[in-house]
């Protein structure tokens, strides 16, 4: 019984994580017993921040339980130069603010490892300076007092976090970092965009490797990169990237190196495994980088890796407007992907947000989207078929990342 009022109190925060996150056109009358008591008024809204059609962006809201059963909120963006903090009841009453001085001045992610906060952050480099911090981690301890932090100079970035998003992870002592940069001018004399991934050992706070370099998708190399996420499966990292050109898919790779050495990157005769999940066609109606996808959710099941995202009719990408929601299961060995459409809207109808991916155990997933004003969820087994019916209410969906 426990365990299921967990996973249901679980599955509520991320349901109602938005109601409070955001819609936050915070009034100081609104507002008065928290805002005006801790001298923090702002204003925002993350409706629908998780969606995108060309290119996603870092996520700036962010939900976590906290040791003692109540919640934290973290939101970049909504006071300049500050990380604002929001602890609220179990029951999801306001109860007070911190406010954390940024580090450099980009926000990259947030992270929650159960012993530690960690956040990631960035500075533009448009002079190419190789003594330029370009991307930091810094590391907190619960209660947000900084205990140490660590960064890559210059690392051919000119431009952090651009055009895609920021995710981290961990296992053991640790810490890996999916996330994107434009690049050093190349010969041709443009600024090109690509994946970046770090790995830190925790304890030490000392990033033991990374790539920030160019090579091709059999290192783990994605360019360009619109939405990055990683996992790990064991000893190995798995990562899925919305590519539009090097490749022109949503690409899952997994590394057969072994990061729990520190080290992740692939000796020049190992590589990594790939997939193309789905394929993207060429599209001539507008801008190149246009995909006619956008990705939600990335998860590790029992049995399979869950890639969950809404498409137009890839068959008629030139034409088709209306995005329907899908789920791909790819095999642990990546030899079977399996393509399990959720949806079915009309074309010329609204479109599916990108959905978003709750693991509620490894056999068990909730999947959730936005539609116009409903919000839609299902529940997915772990070869992302669907579970049940699927449940559709008034609301707004919300970019509200649980750690």
């Not at 801790?38 to 700036?60: H, I, L, P």
């Not at 660590?150 to 996330?179: I, K, Q």
């Not at 790779?253 to 020049?268: A, E, H, I, L, Q």
């Not at 155990?361 to 919000?375: A, E």
Request: aromatic share 12%; glycine share 6%.
């Amino acid at each position: 019984m426990m365990k299921l009022m967990n996973m249901k109190k679980r599955m509520l925060s991320i349901v109602l994580s938005g109601a409070m996150a955001v819609s936050t056109a915070v009034s100081a009358g609104s507002f008065s017993a928290f805002a005006v008591a801790q001298c923090v008024a702002y204003s925002g809204s993350n409706v629908n921040d998780q969606d995108y059609v060309q290119w996603s962006d870092t996520v700036k809201s962010y939900l976590t339980v906290c040791d003692n059963g109540n919640y934290m909120r973290v939101q970049s963006g909504a006071i300049k130069g500050k990380l604002l903090v929001e602890y609220y009841s179990s029951d999801f009453e306001p109860l007070s603010t911190k406010l954390i001085d940024n580090e450099l001045p980009v926000f990259g992610a947030f992270y929650d490892s159960g012993n530690n906060y960690y956040v990631l952050s960035g500075q533009e480099n448009p002079k190419q300076n190789d003594s330029l911090e370009v991307f930091r981690i810094t590391k907190y301890d619960k209660n947000w007092n900084k205990i140490k932090s660590c960064g890559l100079y210059g690392a051919n970035t000119t431009v952090p976090f651009d055009a895609g998003s920021a995710r981290m992870t961990h296992s053991g002592d640790h810490l890996l970092v999916r996330t994107c940069h434009e690049m050093y001018k190349s010969s041709d004399g443009n600024n090109h965009q690509s994946n970046v991934t770090i790995e830190v050992d925790m304890p030490s706070m000392t990033i033991t490797d990374s790539y920030t370099g160019i090579m091709n998708v059999d290192y783990g190399y994605v360019s360009h990169s619109f939405n990055q996420f990683i996992k790990t499966d064991g000893n190995h990292i798995v990562a899925l990237d919305h590519g539009d050109a090097h490749p022109r898919s949503a690409v899952l790779v997994k590394y057969n190196s072994d990061f729990t050495t520190g080290k992740f990157f692939p000796r020049y005769f190992e590589q990594v495994s790939n997939i193309d999940v789905v394929t993207y066609p060429e599209y001539t109606a507008g801008h190149y980088n246009y995909t006619g996808a956008a990705i939600g959710g990335f998860d590790v099941s029992s049995s399979s890796y869950i890639v969950a995202q809404s498409t137009v009719d890839l068959d008629y990408i030139n034409t088709s407007e209306t995005r329907n929601v899908y789920v791909s299961a790819v095999s642990k060995d990546l030899s079977t992907n399996k393509l399990n459409k959720i949806t079915s809207y009309a074309e010329g109808t609204d479109s599916a947000s990108a959905p978003q991916l709750v693991k509620i155990n490894n056999n068990s997933f909730l999947l959730l989207w936005s539609r116009d004003t409903k919000v839609s969820c299902v529940k997915l087994n772990a070869d992302g078929t669907v579970n049940g019916s699927i449940h559709t209410f008034e609301g707004r969906s919300f970019e509200t990342a649980e750690t």
